[in-house]
């Protein structure tokens, strides 16, 4: 499967912990991206890396989150001390860095988050 | 006003229905836009992208229109498979809409 994958598909966990989410973009796409989605909401954007660089952040994004991407390739999405508030889908997508409607965005099948 | 706007529907409509979906957006610099299909407790999944002088896609016919900023899909002699929720994108905000639900019923 050449797809994006990500890992754990399902997580369920109590408020205050951490957890933490891992995205393995498809291989030869150099921009990564997550995104949250509730409930009878479209994906709401949280972070992209070109490569490495992490180049945007949503206002979203408050400081219990935070996103890697060490090495260009897979990325990981920490969130600290989670509140119930957290609980969402947490979608992963990549592409190849192009112009306009050429990047097209490929999601993974996402996170599911449960915070108790 | 939200940043990108969908009709949440349901739409509801028999096969073989031609049915259209509109999505509005506020930034009048936008130059990329896509639409995306989800069902229920899956991943968005490209459906097509939007050019500026419409594109089609065997029933599927994506338009936009810069003066009044939407976009538009739409599916004709529509299947039980089109059953879904149809997300409209605006990529150079990296904002979704909300998306619009369709139904479509034997």
């Known amino acids: 499967d050449t797809g994006v994958s990500q890992n754990p598909r399902h997580k369920i966990t109590k408020r205050g912990q951490n957890v933490t989410f891992r995205c393995d973009p498809i291989?030869?796409?150099?921009?990564l991206y997550w995104y949250r989605q509730t409930l009878g909401q479209g994906p709401e954007f949280l972070t992209y890396?070109?490569?490495?660089?992490?180049?945007?952040k949503s206002r979203l994004l408050s400081d219990r989150f935070s996103a890697e991407r060490p090495k260009g390739s897979f990325s990981t999405l920490e969130i600290q001390r989670t509140e119930q508030g957290d609980s969402a889908m947490y979608l992963c997508?990549?592409?190849?860095?192009?112009?306009?409607?050429?990047?097209?965005?490929?999601f993974g099948p996402g996170t599911r988050l449960l915070v108790l | 006003r939200k940043e990108v706007e969908q009709d949440p529907g349901p739409f509801n409509v028999p096969e073989g229905a031609t049915v259209a979906f509109n999505c509005t957006y506020s930034?009048?610099?936008?130059?990329?836009f896509f639409w995306y299909r989800q069902d229920c407790r899956k991943e968005p999944k490209l459906l097509m992208s939007?050019?500026?002088s419409g594109n089609e896609d065997g029933r599927f016919t994506a338009q936009l229109n810069r003066a009044s900023q939407y976009i538009s899909l739409l599916i004709r002699d529509s299947k039980l498979s089109d059953s879904a929720t149809y997300l409209c994108?605006?990529?150079?905000?990296?904002?979704f809409g909300a998306g619009t639900r369709l139904t479509v019923k034997p």
């Open positions: 997508a990549s592409s190849r860095n192009g112009f306009g409607n050429q990047e097209t965005q490929y």
């Open positions: 291989s030869e796409h150099n921009r």
């Open positions: 890396f070109q490569n490495e660089a992490q180049l945007e």
């Open positions: 930034n009048s610099a936008s130059q990329s």
């Open positions: 939007v050019y500026s």
């Open positions: 994108v605006v990529r150079d905000d990296m904002r």
